[in-house]
């Protein structure tokens, strides 16, 4: 198993673990190393990407210790700059998982990408839903079939996970639908912190040998929107759900795991022309999310997808359909 960090360095997880230990790095002895470890700071990958306040937080080091640990675990893990050609040598890495839709995946340049947040948001009945159930049985394809030949796991805030309906398109398929539901990891999330916790367990499941390609929050903001109420407390709430999706852009990047978020929308009492429609979070959330996908209803069934932010993408609108066997292109 490797650390698949696409734009940082590609470490064996057995090197990390075998070769390098953190009880050799200065200020951490065997007591210090094991709180380390039970809050997962177990690698130099791990300790080289955190900050002071997380190490003196975690084990009662002070900062000047913590610092000390840092700079030793970068200098081990050998973590520096890289020319362009070695970049583009590692996005190789990056896995694209279908959507079901070729017009919908050709919109994203191949699918869902691994090592990335895509962040879909829309007014209820839009299609997110939906489309992540699609996911779920597509990561689990082979590579070679736009899949990502990975386990999946879903964190659900809002009792919408239909394990049927994985089984129905798995089915429609012609796949193991009991293999598939075998492979897949679902938990109700009851709470923001409940929420956030099951996101960084995700990690433990990847240690413990799950295979895992692609994680579901469905929904990102739901509980964050019912449980931090006013402008009063906004700050703490867009505070909250920075960490949040920080663990996940951390997730997706150290170990190529497609992220895919679900977000709630408003309406815009001040917009007068064009569509009112806003997704929930704020900033936070809308400049860490990689893609960012606007779904609606379209005409005679269909729902429309816009491709609103992407990197080297342009913004652009696909037609598709929504069946009992899953996502389908519109034509």
């Given amino acids: 198993m490797k650390v698949l960090d696409i734009y940082g360095l590609v470490i064996p997880m057995s090197k990390i673990k075998k070769d390098l230990t953190i009880e050799e790095l200065p200020g951490v002895g065997a007591a210090t190393a094991e709180k380390l470890r039970e809050v997962g700071f177990d690698t130099m990958l791990s300790l080289a990407v955190a900050s002071p306040g997380q190490i003196t937080d975690s084990c009662g080091v002070s900062e000047s210790i913590a610092r000390k640990i840092i700079v030793a675990a970068r200098d ?8 362009g050609m070695q970049l ?10 279908t959507t079901g839709s070729k017009a919908f995946d050709a919109m994203l340049g191949g699918g869902i990408e691994s090592g990335a947040v895509t962040e879909v948001f829309g007014a209820y009945g839009s299609g997110k839903t939906s489309i992540a159930h699609q996911l779920a049985v597509n990561a689990q394809l082979p590579i070679a079939e736009g899949g990502a030949d990975g386990a999946v796991v879903w964190i659900d805030s809002e009792g919408t996970l ?13 796949l193991d639908s009991e293999k598939l539901l075998n492979n897949f990891k679902g938990v109700r999330a009851f709470n923001s912190d409940h929420q956030m916790l099951l996101a960084e367990k995700v990690e433990d499941l990847i240690k413990e040998g799950l295979p895992v390609r692609l994680l579901v929050i469905d929904s990102m903001t739901s509980h964050f929107r019912s449980e931090y109420i006013g402008r009063g407390q906004l700050s703490e709430r867009q505070q909250k759900l920075n960490k949040h999706v920080h663990i996940l852009l951390k997730l997706a990047s150290q170990y190529n795991i497609a992220v895919y978020i679900t977000n709630q929308v408003m309406s815009k009492p ?8 806003e997704a929930i979070g704020g900033h936070v959330l809308h ?15 269909t729902r429309v997808g816009k491709l609103v932010d992407a990197p080297a993408l342009p913004e652009s609108e696909v037609v598709f359909r929504i069946t009992e066997a899953g996502i389908e292109d519109a034509g």
């Fill in 270 to 277: 001040d917009t007068f022309f064009g569509d009112p429609t």
């Fill in 88 to 97: 583009l040598k590692k996005r190789e890495n990056v896995l694209k998982i």
């Fill in 287 to 301: 400049h860490a999310s990689t893609y960012r996908i606007y779904l609606r209803r379209g005409k005679k069934g």
């Fill in 162 to 174: 239909r394990p049927e309906y994985i089984k129905k398109i798995a089915e429609a398929k012609g």
């Fill in 76 to 83: 081990k893990a050998g973590i520096d700059f890289e020319s």
